[in-house]
């Protein structure tokens, strides 16, 4: 039990690492700031193209959707990282951060909007337009709405899967949260850094895990 | 076409494609990913099934081991059990700690999708099972489970497929996973052709299951009118 508290629980180790910790913290939330909305909006994108009525656009948009879905995004992140200097790009550990990111969230958003979209009927479109609203304008007016209310519970746990995402940013040097823990605990040899940083995970994300239960439970009922 | 060349010599490399094949097969991916798939969801049925018994205090304690496992990212776990446990005295092969902390993410959210699809059964079905004669349990496994569970076929699916993704992150722990191998063999060669490779057979292993999803989905999707 001692060596358990010593070892995981170590309040001055954690006490030390804090401002490390704290600044890795600011590059995590920096990340998601910059990937959120950029898959969000990719997303989206994808979504209108496989619903588009040209089939080839509509292949594409589905061919590369399942092809970043199934791609671990760490490969994904390494290849970018690692493999674009090769090619003479010499990309920074945020700018790969951000491609392999926005690749990864854009294709599973897209899934989630297109499922959402699709649950809108038919007639809420042929409605629309015949009250002289185009195809934009029906989309962003009548369609999108109703499809985002649908899929909400999905948008938000995808929200909380990128944030969960992050932490492989630590792979390539990106010092953020989980970089900085473990920096501290590799200095220290004690796993209560990496505590903390769980801890921190734990704050951010557990009331939103609690919140997507309760929306599941009221969609379903 | 000099340019072409040079890509085709970085990223597709006969000749290294050729030294470090088997290695990057040898890759042992669809071993982990299995043993995560099967114990992840049978964990995740079993506490799904004792969460109906309705005990408080075993069902406070499983929500917040789900709720946990949702909420911490895998690598922080994995992690934590790689460098935390040998300095209480317990040490586990890499490849223990990623299937150990893979199967557990999996089964906290296999638990909460079975969950689901256990409270969706309305309670008419409960209480004509039960007034024929059937027990609590004999309800539960031939009337309630197999309706629910084909309710969770999608979402089960997606969710497997996108935990054991994550068995790429066993190479930040030194697993011989294809992801490792393909690291290493990038730079002894000093090419990126095994990265590439690396990349191509992740997406060979899943892009089946990926297009399978997307067909479950669709036979098992429940319509709004």
């Known amino acids: 039990m001692e060596a358990i508290i010593q070892q995981f629980f170590n309040l001055a180790i954690m006490e030390r690492a804090l401002p490390l910790i704290l600044s890795g913290l600011k590059q995590t939330i920096l990340i998601c700031v910059l990937v959120i909305p950029l898959g969000l909006a990719g997303g989206l994108a994808c979504a209108i193209l496989s619903l588009s009525r040209l089939r080839i656009a509509r292949w594409a948009a589905v061919a590369g959707i399942d092809f970043f879905r199934a791609i671990p995004p760490l490969v994904l992140l390494i290849f970018i990282y690692a493999g674009l200097p090769f090619a003479g790009l010499r990309p920074s550990p945020m700018t790969a951060v951000a491609i392999a990111f926005f690749l990864n969230t854009s294709s599973y958003y897209g899934e989630i909007y297109r499922a959402g979209i699709e649950s809108v009927g038919q007639g809420q479109w042929d409605a629309a337009r015949s009250t002289g609203l185009r195809g934009y304008q029906t989309l962003a007016y009548i369609v999108l709405p109703q499809a985002v209310r649908n899929v909400l519970p999905d948008l938000v746990s995808n929200t909380v899967e990128v944030v969960k995402l992050t932490s492989i940013a630590s792979v390539v040097a990106l010092p953020e949260l989980l970089y900085s823990a473990d920096m501290a605990r590799s200095v220290t040899f004690n796993s209560s850094p990496i505590v903390l940083a769980a801890a921190i995970y734990l704050v951010m994300l557990w009331p939103i895990v609690r919140l997507i239960s309760r929306l599941e439970r009221r969609v379903a009922a | ?225």
């Open chain 2, 1 to 225: 076409m000099e340019a072409w060349s040079r890509f085709l010599d970085t990223f597709f490399n006969l000749d290294v494609i050729e030294r470090y094949f088997p290695a990057i097969m040898k890759g042992v991916v669809v071993t982990i990913a299995a043993a995560v798939v099967v114990t992840g969801t049978l964990l995740g049925l079993v506490l799904a099934i004792v969460r109906t018994f309705r005990l408080i205090p075993m069902n406070a304690l499983i929500v917040v081991f789900v709720d946990m496992f949702r909420a911490l990212p895998p690598l922080v776990l994995v992690l934590l059990v790689y460098f935390g446990l040998p300095n209480i005295g317990i040490n586990l092969p890499s490849f223990a700690v990623l299937w150990l902390v893979l199967a557990l993410v999996l089964a906290a959210f296999a638990e909460e999708i079975f969950w689901a699809g256990i409270l969706s059964i309305p309670k008419g079905q409960w209480e004509a099972a039960r007034s024929t004669g059937l027990g609590f349990l004999g309800t539960l496994a031939y009337v309630v489970l197999p309706q629910a569970i084909r309710l969770t076929v999608p979402p089960l699916t997606n969710r497997t497929i996108a935990i054991t993704k994550n068995t790429a992150l066993g190479t930040v722990i030194g697993v011989g996973e294809i992801l490792n191998q393909a690291t290493t063999a990038q730079s002894f060669s000093g090419n990126a052709t095994p990265l590439m490779m690396g990349a191509i057979a992740y997406v060979i292993l899943f892009i089946p299951v990926v297009v399978l999803g997307r067909v479950l989905e669709t036979r098992f999707a429940w319509r709004r009118v």
